[in-house]
């Protein structure tokens, strides 16, 4: 499956943004999809996570109550809705897919990425 992100870009401190991510080449509704960001100088780390039917989301402690994904299984994308962001958001951001069952937060444990998405808050 190919995964191509788009919607970074540069906002204020406090805006919001809305990544997308869209999938072709594979069966979409059976991936795990998953988004992680990498900042200068620091490893690739989870941001949320999402299942195959969108029962069950999982977030890391830095975005959760910011930050949500969803999933249009129709139109093979997966979101991710950005709000309040911080200049600690500030980073290249991932979508990520496995076709498994339960939801992963290691990027390990993704088989295939997109090519990722510049995202830049300033202060």
């Known amino acids: 499956v190919q995964l191509q992100a788009s919607g970074g870009g540069l906002v204020q401190a406090g805006g919001s943004l809305r990544l997308s991510c869209a999938a072709s080449g594979g069966t979409f509704s059976r991936y795990v999809m998953g988004w992680f960001r990498q900042a200068p100088g620091k490893e690739r780390e989870f941001v949320a996570a999402?299942?195959?039917?969108?029962?069950?989301?999982r977030y890391s402690d830095s975005v959760q109550g910011r930050f949500t994904i969803s999933r249009d299984n129709t139109k093979n994308t997966v979101y991710l809705q950005m709000n309040s962001l911080k200049p600690d958001d500030t980073a290249v951001y991932y979508c990520?897919?496995?076709?498994?069952?339960?939801?992963?937060?290691?990027?390990?444990?993704?088989?295939?990425w997109g090519q990722g998405t510049l995202v830049t808050v300033s202060s």
């Open positions: 990520a897919g496995r076709e498994v069952v339960i939801i992963r937060v290691s990027a390990r444990d993704y088989d295939y």
């Open positions: 999402i299942s195959r039917t969108s029962g069950t989301t």
